[in-house]
């Protein structure tokens, strides 16, 4: 390769090799001239296919890369400066996210630079292996180190357990390990510098970190060890050893203790966590607790219930969807999540979807049913009649919008159940790709709509879960009868079982371990409630540790956390103005995203906050999350954006919602609410042949920049904690001085 970079000539060259075109996508993509090996074009993971030659992410480049690579940076700086002094409605929306100094090779370097002679390919025949997520560092380095026994035989460790530990296949000891002689250790083990491997440990298939301890009699199989943590006495740490799936290698952040006699099995545990018996058993969907099932076994409990057990499939059905419009309905109120749309497919899966949408009609959701393709079943056909009489629209695929996340607030899939085989056949494998891309949510901090899976998660293979980690991620899965294995994969906040209906002989016949119903429920949780979760995480001393430099990052990182934790509306906020003469006045309105440097939200140009901020641009803004006692506030100096920056906000309202502005004259006094339903439906009219509603003059948004911000972390033992970030200029560009009380 690098022959060939001396011969080309250019700044760089790539390394690049063929792949599949099924899994091309993964990575980036390149185009080559066939004959000069010049790079004319690269796609980071495009959503159509571009080429099967992907870059494998080796490079090698000459001094003048650096160069490209502070051009890029100073570029960016001279983008912030500008934005702070000029102004703000000569602005584009930028792109704040991205700090000064960060600079990404693809996008940034490698793009631009295509088709100009200075970047080069060069492919590999030789054997390329991707390193994209934990599980495949455990198969790699189990890859280096056969590759030792080639080229360096003398680094592996060898052993029988009189003088060393066993060893068994490869293994790699640091020589500034301790490993008790009767450990036994490996295939496939890397031990690094300072570890304790005490008496009886067994290690099979696993990285061992710098100064990490394990106590005697512990075993761990398929795991990753973080630096410096600690495994109990007797204890279990182990996964499936699946490389592909999410969760089938146990991974230990760093500093991680893992008390005597506890068992952490197909888990990611953050760093500075202790595990002790109590912590795992609710952590975990505890696999020794809860059953899970084959593919095969579901299928045999199906033909049990439907044989000797005496039900009809209409029964069945009807329960398995009641269970999963209760379930939706204890966790997505009606009020706050009201468009539903149920994604049915070809089998059973698709009939339950279709009951359920019937009783959510009946809880006071307005449902919509996508259903391609029929079954004439007069079990079906029932079914879709009884939808048509509640006047449940049904949508033909051609007739869901092209972005499902501005027109619903829940979306049920309802597609495959567990007679799903192999890759989604059209038409549901648009209708799955229409799932993935609802949930990508930007930066405008719109919600996306929360994804509901019956059964299955579509697309997911029904024991191995998602292929690939590029599955589907719903919120809240509604396991029927048991969970199936896949469910093991499943890392949303809201896992259900349902099909309150397994008679006595099945729960026998299969050893059946599943949890109670509580009282006349029709569906059970299966896990802990997300909160709690990112609770545990919260400690002042994590929060204090963790703080970042810049006050965006921190905001971003607790609107992450808030989002995750399933709070309502997290980006709502109460926006305090001033008159001129310093009386203030709040209201709670929602924040539209962070461009620009500013934290932006829309309004109408008259209301009493406009009026407040043509006199006195000083405003504060504050967020409450109250789930994780936290408050943030960010006070500075208010300016309207540009007309065309609204423009585009108001183009990316749903329809329904860029009528109100039209109708409202906001805090002017108007002669009462009918007159507004009047002027609605006026409005509603004028435009109903689709076209284009204009954005009212009166309608756009204000960006607020921040000069001041404080992030409140409140503690159960009343020691608060706050983080403060003060905007500081020097030499004429902006810093932040952070402070901790
Ligand atoms: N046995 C039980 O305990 C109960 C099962 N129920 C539901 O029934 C489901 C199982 O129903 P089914 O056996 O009808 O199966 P599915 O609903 O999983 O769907 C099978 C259908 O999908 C098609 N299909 C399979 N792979 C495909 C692919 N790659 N691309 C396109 N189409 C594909 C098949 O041709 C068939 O039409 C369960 O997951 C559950 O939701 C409930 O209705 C009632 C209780
Ligand atoms: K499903």
């Not at 060259?13 to 099924?22: A, G």
């Not at 003048?64 to 584009?92: C, H, M, N, P, Y």
């Not at 056969?146 to 052993?159: I, K």
């Not at 440990?201 to 005697?216: A, G, K, N, W």
Request: charged share 20%.
């Amino acid at each position: 390769m690098l022959e060939a970079h001396r011969r080309y000539g250019g700044m760089g060259t790539i390394l690049v090799i063929k792949v599949s075109p099924e899994s091309a996508y993964q990575f980036g993509e390149l185009v080559a001239d066939p004959v000069t090996n010049e790079l004319l074009h690269y796609a980071e993971k495009p959503e159509t296919f571009v080429s099967d030659r992907i870059n494998c992410g080796v490079y090698i480049f000459t001094p003048d890369i650096f160069t490209a690579i502070q051009g890029v940076s100073t570029q960016r700086k001279d983008r912030a400066t500008l934005r702070r002094v000029s102004s703000f409605e000569a602005l584009q929306p930028a792109n704040r996210s991205l700090p000064t100094d960060f600079v990404r090779l693809d996008q940034d370097i490698l793009s631009p630079l295509t088709g100009k002679k200075q970047l080069y390919v060069y492919e590999t025949m030789d054997f390329w292996e991707q390193i994209k997520n934990p599980g495949m560092s455990l198969k790699s380095s189990g890859l280096y180190l056969a590759q030792f026994r080639f080229t360096s035989p003398h680094l592996l460790a060898s052993g029988d357990g009189t003088k060393n530990a066993t060893i068994t296949g490869d293994v790699y000891i640091h020589p500034s390990a301790k490993v008790h002689p009767t450990a036994k250790i490996g295939p496939n083990v890397s031990i690094s510098a300072n570890a304790r491997i005490g008496a009886g440990v067994r290690l099979v298939s696993c990285i061992i970190l710098d100064d990490v301890e394990i106590q005697e009699n512990a075993v761990v199989i398929h795991a990753i060890i973080g630096w410096k943590s600690s495994i109990g006495r007797w204890s279990r740490v182990q996964a499936s050893g699946d490389y592909n799936a999410k969760l089938g290698v146990t991974i230990l952040g760093e500093s991680v203790t893992v008390e005597d006699e506890v068992v952490v099995i197909n888990s990611i545990v953050l760093p500075n966590k202790t595990l002790n018996v109590e912590e795992v058993k609710i952590m975990e969907k505890d696999p020794e607790c809860i059953s899970y099932l084959t593919q095969q076994q579901a299928v045999e409990i199906d033909a049990l219930l439907m044989g000797p057990s005496g039900f009809s499939i209409d029964q069945l059905m009807e329960l398995a969807g009641l269970s999963v419009a209760s379930a939706i309905a204890e966790v997505y109120r009606s009020t706050e999540y009201n468009r539903v749309l149920v994604i049915c497919g070809p089998g059973n899966n698709g009939g339950d979807g279709l009951v359920a949408a019937r009783h959510l009609h009946h809880f006071g959701y307005k449902p919509y049913i996508c259903y391609p393709k029929r079954t004439p079943k007069p079990l079906y056909t029932g079914l879709v009649t009884q939808l048509e009489s509640l006047s449940v629209p049904f949508l033909p695929v051609e007739g869901l919008p092209q972005e499902l996340s501005n027109d619903f607030d829940i979306l049920v899939d309802a597609i495959f159940g567990f007679s799903f085989n192999g890759m989604p056949r059209p038409p549901f494998d648009g209708l799955i790709y229409g799932l993935l891309s609802a949930r990508k949510h930007d930066q405008t901090f719109q919600r996306s709509p929360v994804i509901v899976s019956v059964d299955i998660p579509s697309g997911w293979n029904v024991e191995k879960g998602a292929v690939n980690s590029e599955g589907i991620t719903p919120d809240m899965l509604v396991s029927l009868t048991a969970p199936k294995l896949c469910a093991k994969m499943f890392c949303g906040p809201h896992h259900f079982l349902g099909g309150r209906f397994v008679p006595p002989s099945i729960v026998d016949k299969f050893k059946l371990q599943l949890p109670p119903y509580p009282g006349t429920s029709m569906c059970v949780r299966i896990g802990k409630p997300p909160q709690a979760d990112v609770q545990a995480q919260i400690s002042l001393e994590n929060v204090e540790k963790h703080g970042e430099a810049d006050p965006f990052v921190q905001f971003q990182k607790w609107f992450d956390d808030a989002v995750a934790a399933g709070l309502k509306e997290p980006n709502s906020m109460a926006l305090s103005t001033a008159s001129k003469d310093g009386k203030p006045s709040s209201r709670m309105i929602q924040l539209k995203g962070i461009h620009g440097e500013g934290f932006v939200w829309c309004s109408n140009y008259g209301s009493r906050k406009a009026q407040e901020i043509s006199e006195n641009p000083h405003a504060s803004l504050l967020f409450y999350w109250s789930g994780l006692n936290r408050q943030v506030r960010v006070e500075g100096f208010v300016q309207k954006v540009s007309d065309e920056e609204s423009e585009q906000y108001f183009r990316s309202r749903p329809r329904e919602i860029q009528i109100g502005p039209a109708v409202s004259e906001q805090s002017n006094v108007i002669p009462g609410r009918q007159f507004l339903h009047q002027k609605y439906k006026e409005i509603e009219e004028k435009y109903s042949d689709g076209s284009m509603i204009p954005r009212p003059k009166h309608w756009g948004g204000y960006r607020l920049i921040p000069e001041y911000f404080e992030f409140w972390q409140g503690d159960e033992s009343q020691v608060h904690l706050r983080l403060s970030y003060v905007a500081e200029e020097i030499d004429g560009k902006i810093s932040w001085r952070r402070t901790v009380k």
